[in-house]
T-cell receptor, first 110, second 112 residues
Framework: DQQVKQNSPSLSVQEGRISILNCDYT??????FLWYKKYPAEGPTFLIS?????DKNEDGRFTVFLNKSAKHLSLHIVPSQPGDSAVYFC?????????FGKGTRLHILP | EAQVTQNPRYLITVTGKKLTVTCSQN?????MSWYRQDPGLGLRQIYY???????DKGDVPEGYKVSRKEKRNFPLILESPSPNQTSLYFC???????????FGPGTRLTVL
C-alpha cells in the first residue's frame, strides 16, 4: 500500500514556464513533508519542506503547497530552468518514519 | 566539507558472498538511514538509526543488517546477497527524522 504517491512518472515543461509536481498521501499522521531533487549518478539533495501546520512555504523559485483536507501537496517551480531537469521525490514523515514517493522525472524543454 | 561518504561506489558480487557497504558522515548527525532505489519503486527505506546502538527496520529490511557502534558510521551488511538485492543504495544522515537528510553518492550493487 503506497502511503505517498506521485502519480506522474514524468513531466515535460517549456523553459520559463511553471512546473507543477504533485504528491498525494494517505496517512493523516504525517506531519512533515519534504521534496528532494536527484540528478543521475548523484544522491538526492534537499529542496524544500513544509510542516503540517502551514499551507505554503516559499524559497526562491520553489513553492510547496499543502492541502491537508485533500492530503495533497504540490511543488511549484517558476520560472523553470534547464538545470531543473531531474527526478523529484516527495517524502512524508511521522514519528521516526519517513516514506518517499516513487519520483517524477521533470524535463525542461528549450 | 560536510558530507556523507559511501564505499564502494560500485560492486559486482555473486550470490551468497557476504558484503558490507560502509557509510560515514562528518556532521555529527544522530539520525542515519539506508535506502534502496529501484526503477518504478522510488526510494525505499531499509533500516534507520536514531542514535548510537539504536537501529530499527524500515520498509524493506529483509536480507539486510546494520550496526551503529559509532555516531559517524552506519554500515549496511548483506550476509547472503541474492540477485533481488541488485539495486542502487543510498546512505543518508540528518539531525532528526524531519530535518534535511544529506545523502551519500550511492552504491550500485549487482548480485549475480
Amino acid at each position: 500500500d503506497q502511503q505517498v504517491k506521485q502519480n506522474s512518472p514524468s513531466l515535460s515543461v517549456q523553459e520559463g514556464r511553471i512546473s507543477i509536481l504533485n504528491c498525494d498521501y494517505t496517512n493523516s499522521m504525517f506531519d512533515y513533508f519534504l521534496w528532494y531533487k536527484k540528478y543521475p549518478a548523484e544522491g538526492p539533495t534537499f529542496l524544500i519542506s513544509i510542516s503540517s501546520i502551514k499551507d505554503k512555504n516559499e524559497d526562491g523559485r520553489f513553492t510547496v503547497f499543502l492541502n491537508k483536507s485533500a492530503k495533497h501537496l504540490s511543488l511549484h517551480i517558476v520560472p523553470s530552468q534547464p538545470g531543473d531537469s531531474a527526478v523529484y521525490f516527495c517524502a512524508a514523515s511521522a514519528g521516526d518514519k519517513i516514506i518517499f514517493g516513487k519520483g517524477t522525472r521533470l524535463h525542461i524543454l528549450p | 566539507e560536510a558530507q556523507v561518504t559511501q564505499n564502494p561506489r560500485y560492486l559486482i558480487t555473486v550470490t551468497g558472498k557476504k558484503l558490507t557497504v560502509t557509510c560515514s558522515q562528518n556532521m555529527n548527525h544522530e539520525y542515519m538511514s539506508w535506502y534502496r532505489q529501484d526503477p518504478g519503486l522510488g526510494l525505499r527505506q531499509i533500516y534507520y538509526s536514531m542514535n548510537v546502538e539504536v537501529t530499527d527496520k524500515g520498509d524493506v529490511p529483509e536480507g539486510y543488517k546494520v550496526s551503529r557502534k559509532e555516531k559517524r558510521n552506519f554500515p549496511l551488511i548483506l550476509e547472503s546477497p541474492s540477485p533481488n538485492q541488485t539495486s542502487l543504495y543510498f546512505c543518508a544522515s540528518s539531525t532528526g527524522i524531519s530535518d534535511t537528510q544529506y545523502f551519500g553518492p550511492g552504491t550500485r550493487l549487482t548480485v549475480l
